[in-house]
């Protein structure tokens, strides 16, 4: 069997930091495993700028991102396997995988990095009503057909969905002579990036129409007409506000599900928010010696924050090879109120940060850090909305006192 201090599963953004920082913290055999025949991973095919500003200092396209990273680790002994797909890991970190080149190879790692990023919902997963004609498909499918592949999927564009990619799409769409008649969101607020909703649609004149679904796709062999209907408080479509576009391609950008299936398999225990594995602050799962950092633990939205925490993932995982132990005291984390989801769930104690979304919208909020019903800190945020990650920093002192889990709460 080949043996490997650390196997990385994925060489996207987070992949390939990870990758660098363990190298740098003196981790000697690194292998990154990537199914694609390129690394990068979804960078490659996000061809608009907008990345970078944070870990790089300028502003790059995604491939000129994801090109950067591979440089760096082209500059050192890492080696990076493309065409190869991970099937199976196993508890004590033998990792299968298989390529046309090496056909079926099975590796010992001392160490495991998860950076397998993240899956598109469906259309089956939201149950969208509707005859099933071709020209229906999620914005991520629609991109690299047309970034990669150089196919315009369709002239007349309906988008569900306005998460970040569905803007992007829009965009994009538009640039390349589409006409985007609309994005429709169910929610009463948007889900994207205020940055992405001014450049993507504003500029282009695309509206969006809040608290609306999709209640009726109709076509033979194409797409021909999509109804969208307004939506009430509960979600449900309100009859006799339904709009007819004529319109032969949807797409759908309707959520993001970190691609956990192989550490869930290897008994990893998932978070049932995130989807993601539950971590401490190291990044390391459930199963001792197992990391996981980019999409595959929660969605981000920036990439710098992907490359910020696969650089924690990859120096944890050294400090795991070179026997560098936390505190034995390990402390839960607990979101309440507003909270959608908080990161990460467990936490020895160190000086280090949380990272959270909320569940809407909210002004003038207060956060309450607690243990045992005392308030150890009370921050204050004018505005927070979902589509934004936020982070608050922990002082190891205030852990070294805590002794039951520690508790934030979102106020409104
Ligand atoms: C459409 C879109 C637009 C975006 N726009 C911006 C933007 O403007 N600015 C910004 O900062 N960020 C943006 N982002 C976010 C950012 O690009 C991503 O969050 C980040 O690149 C994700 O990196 P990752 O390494 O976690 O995942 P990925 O890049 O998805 O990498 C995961 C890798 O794992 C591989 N893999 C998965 N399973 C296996 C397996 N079993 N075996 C082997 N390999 C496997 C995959 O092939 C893939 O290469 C955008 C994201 C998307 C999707």
């Known amino acids: 069997m080949i043996k490997k201090d650390l196997v990385i599963i994925g060489a996207g953004a987070a992949g390939l930091s990870s990758a660098l920082a363990a190298y740098q913290n003196g981790v000697e055999e690194i292998l990154i495993l990537e199914k694609e025949e390129d690394a990068g991973g979804i960078l490659n095919q996000c061809i608009h700028t907008g990345f970078g500003l944070h870990t790089f200092h300028q502003e790059m396209s995604g491939p000129a991102y994801a090109q950067k990273c591979i440089d760096l680790v082209e500059q050192t002994p890492i080696e990076i396997q493309t065409s190869t797909m991970v099937l199976s890991v196993s508890q004590d970190r033998v990792v299968t995988c298989s390529s046309s080149k090496y056909g079926l190879q099975k590796i010992q790692a001392k160490a495991i990095v998860f950076a397998t990023g993240c899956r598109e919902r469906s259309r089956g997963a939201i149950q969208l009503p509707g005859t099933r004609p071709a020209g229906i498909m999620s914005a991520g499918t629609a991109q690299r057909y047309l970034n990669i592949d150089g196919w315009l999927v369709g002239k007349k564009v309906l988008i569900l969905g306005s998460g970040d990619i569905g803007l992007i799409m829009a965009r994009r769409m538009t640039l390349e002579g589409a006409e985007v008649v609309a994005v429709a969101e169910l929610m009463p607020y948007s889900n994207g990036l205020p940055r992405n909703l001014k450049q993507c649609l504003d500029d282009f004149n695309i509206p969006l129409y809040l608290s609306h679904t999709i209640t009726d796709i109709k076509g033979h062999h194409r797409v021909e007409q999509v109804v969208l209907s307004q939506v009430d408080e509960k979600l449900q479509p309100i009859a006799g506000t339904e709009k007819v576009f004529d319109v032969d391609t949807v797409l759908l950008s309707v959520g993001l599900i970190p691609e956990n299936s192989l550490l869930e398999d290897a008994g990893a225990v998932l978070h049932p928010r995130t989807k993601g594995p539950i971590v401490d602050e190291r990044c390391m799962t459930s199963i001792e010696g197992i990391f996981a950092c980019g999409n595959s633990l929660h969605v981000h939205d920036l990439v710098d924050f992907v490359y910020a925490e696969g650089q924690r993932a990859g120096k944890a995982a050294a400090d795991y090879l070179h026997q560098i132990q936390p505190a034995d005291k390990m402390i839960d984390v607990i979101a309440k109120g507003e909270l ?12 280090t940060k949380l990272f959270y979304r909320v569940k809407s919208p909210l ?10 019903n005392q308030i150890i800190r009370t921050l204050k945020k004018p505005a927070l909305i979902p589509s934004i990650m936020e982070e608050i920093t922990i002082k190891k002192q205030w852990l070294d006192e805590c002794d039951g889990p520690l508790v934030v709460e979102v106020k409104a």
């Open 363 to 372: 002004k003038n909020c207060t956060i309450e850090i607690s243990c045992n």
């Open 340 to 351: 959608s989801y908080i990161l990460p769930q467990k936490l020895h104690p160190s000086d």
